[in-house]
């Protein structure tokens, strides 16, 4: 069974930057497209960013657009979400999921079949 354990969250003022992990196992990280999403108390769980299976194409959501890069090292089974510039509103739990095989990284939550239990990212003011 594919495991995912995300880690880098904590407390960072605003302008601040963290950078997340999502290591996975048991699993063919190779061959998975990662999402990034994100949940806030009380809202639906959204869409942060992506990255397709071969590493060569990546989605942002418009509010991290600009300041966040998602990458991908396959040597050590990772991804990475670098965040910079960090504000109040990035406040949430942050998960790591991984679509299915050959997965080109999509925006809806239903199209990954794992997922990590996520990390928690607060931004003070």
């Known amino acids: 069974q594919v495991q995912l354990e995300e880690s880098g969250g904590g407390l960072v003022q605003a302008g601040g930057s963290l950078r997340l992990s999502c290591a996975v196992s048991?699993?063919?990280?190779?061959?998975?497209?990662m999402g990034w999403f994100r949940q806030a108390p009380g809202k639906e769980r959204e869409f942060v960013a992506s990255i397709s299976w071969s590493g060569g194409i990546t989605d942002y959501a418009r509010s991290v657009k600009g300041r966040s890069t998602l990458s991908r090292d396959n040597a050590k089974n990772t991804v990475y979400l670098q965040m910079n510039s960090l504000k109040p509103e990035d406040t949430a739990v942050y998960y790591c999921?991984?679509?299915?095989?050959?997965?080109?990284?999509?925006?809806?939550?239903?199209?990954?079949?794992?997922w990590g239990q996520g990390t928690q990212v607060t931004v003070s003011s």
């Open positions: 999921a991984a679509e299915s095989p050959y997965g080109t990284g999509l925006r809806s939550p239903s199209k990954y079949a794992y």
């Open positions: 048991r699993g063919s990280f190779s061959t998975y497209g």
